[in-house]
């Protein structure tokens, strides 16, 4: 098992910068990939941007040049520094971790962390 808990969210205005975290406990030296998820008003939850372990990282084109994505594996945490904020980038922000063992993936989730941006 594998807990994620995210912190960060709030209130900006556009043009400004946030820094949402994630922090993993439990099973964490099975995770693998990483990702930050986002669910913005009337849309499904899309991918942000996600990492490998290796840091391998693949980016949004919607948020590329703005938000980047980082790990730090010995503290089992993950990062999405997010600049230059639009009203576009509202939305609940969700961590995603994928877990392996015995060959079988398990991917868990944060509850997520509401950003809203808005003059």
């Known amino acids: 098992q594998v807990h994620l808990v995210e912190s960060g969210g709030g209130l900006v205005q556009p043009g400004e910068s946030l820094t949402l975290s994630c922090e993993a406990s439990?099973?964490?030296?099975?995770?693998?990939?990483m990702a930050w998820y986002r669910r913005s008003p009337g849309k499904p939850r899309g991918l942000v941007a996600s990492i490998t372990t290796d840091g391998r990282i693949v980016i949004a084109s919607n948020v590329k040049g703005r938000f980047t994505i980082s790990r730090d594996n010995p503290k089992n945490t993950l990062h999405l520094a997010m600049d230059n904020l639009k009203p576009e980038d509202t939305g609940v922000y969700f961590c995603?971790?994928?877990?392996?063992?015995?060959?079988?993936?398990?991917?868990?989730w944060g509850e997520g962390t509401q950003v809203t941006v808005s003059s």
């Open positions: 995603e971790a994928d877990s392996s063992d015995d060959g079988i993936t398990t991917h868990y």
């Open positions: 439990g099973s964490v030296d099975r995770i693998d990939d």
